[in-house]
C-alpha cells in the first residue's frame, strides 16, 4: 500500500514538473507589442503594430530571433535564450554592423518586409503594420 502511495506521489510529481516545464516553454512573449525605436526620441518613427502570438502560431523563433556572440557576431536562437532589444545591436553606433541592418527599421524592414512580400504581396504595405493614428 504505502508503495503504491509512494509511486502516485512520484507520479504526480513528475506531471507537476513536466506541466511547469510546458509552462515555461509556452509562455514566450507578449500576444502583441507595438515596436518602435527608442534611441533617438527626436525622429518620432513609426510605431510598427506587432501580433506575436499570431506569428508564434506559424513560426519557429529563430526566423525572427537570434544572438550575439562574444565576437560581436550573429549567432542562431537557441530556445529559451533572453531576447534583447533589436535595437541594442540594430543601431547606427554599431561600426561593424552591416548598414543594411545598421537600424532598427532597416533591420526590421529586411526581415518582416521581406517575409510579407513572400507570402503574399499585400501584407508588405506599410498601413498593414504602421497603422494611422
Known amino acids: 500500500m504505502q508503495a503504491r502511495h509512494l509511486g502516485l506521489t512520484l507520479f ?12 515555461a516553454e509556452t509562455n514566450t512573449g507578449p500576444e502583441s507589442m507595438v515596436l518602435q ?16 502570438r499570431e506569428h508564434q ?17 550573429q549567432t542562431p536562437y537557441v530556445a529559451g535564450q ?12 554599431a561600426a561593424d554592423m552591416n ?18 512580400q513572400e507570402t503574399e504581396a499585400k501584407l508588405a504595405k506599410c498601413s498593414v503594420c504602421h497603422k494611422k493614428d
Open 12 to 23: 504526480f510529481a513528475c506531471t507537476l514538473v513536466a506541466a511547469a516545464a510546458f509552462a
Open 37 to 52: 525605436s527608442t534611441l533617438d526620441p527626436a525622429k518620432k518613427p513609426r510605431p510598427a503594430t506587432f501580433p506575436h
Open 57 to 73: 502560431e506559424r513560426l519557429d523563433c529563430a526566423e525572427c530571433h537570434h544572438g550575439k556572440g562574444a565576437d560581436g557576431k
Open 82 to 93: 533572453p531576447i534583447a532589444k533589436c535595437e541594442s545591436c540594430h543601431n547606427t553606433k
Open 99 to 116: 548598414p543594411k541592418y545598421n537600424t532598427f527599421q532597416k533591420a526590421g524592414h529586411a526581415n518582416c518586409r521581406s517575409c510579407h
